[in-house]
Nanobody, 123 residues
C-alpha cells in the first residue's frame, strides 16, 4: 500500500505565504507524477500543479507566478510553495502521486491521494 501524508496547511492573511509538503511511503518502485489539487466547498477538485520525475511542471493559470511546485525524488516528497495568497485560494489541498509499487514482489501501478490539508486565506 502507498500512503501520502500532507502537512503545512493553515490560516494566513491575504498576501501571505504557506508551504505544503507531502511524503509518500510504502513499497514504492518509482513515482512518475506528483501533484497538488484543491477542492473548495461546493466545488470540484481541480489541479493546482503537477511535476514529473524529470522536473517538468504544469500549473493552473490561477496560480502561475505565485505557486511553485518542487519534489525530492530521493525522499519521495513533493512541495508546494504558495506566495501572494488570495482568499480564493482557500480550499482543502490534496497531494496525488502515481507510479509503480511492489506487491508481493510484483510491480503494480498505483495512483493515490493524501487525506488533504486545509488552507484558509482571510482578507
Amino acid at each position: 500500500q502507498v500512503q501520502l501524508v500532507e502537512s503545512g496547511g493553515g490560516s494566513v492573511q491575504a498576501g501571505g505565504s504557506l508551504r505544503l509538503s507531502c511524503a509518500a511511503s510504502g513499497k514504492i518502485f518509482s513515482i512518475n507524477v506528483m501533484g497538488w489539487y484543491r477542492q473548495a466547498p461546493g466545488k470540484q477538485r481541480d489541479l493546482v500543479a503537477v511535476i514529473t520525475s524529470g522536473g517538468t511542471t504544469n500549473y493552473a493559470d490561477s496560480v502561475k507566478g505565485r505557486f511553485t511546485i518542487s519534489r525530492d525524488n530521493a525522499k519521495k516528497m513533493v512541495y508546494l510553495q504558495m506566495n501572494s495568497l488570495k482568499p480564493e485560494d482557500t480550499a482543502v489541498y490534496y497531494c496525488n502521486a502515481n507510479g509503480v509499487r511492489i506487491y508481493y514482489d510484483q510491480p503494480r501501478e498505483f495512483d493515490e491521494w493524501g487525506q488533504g490539508t486545509q488552507v484558509t486565506v482571510f482578507s
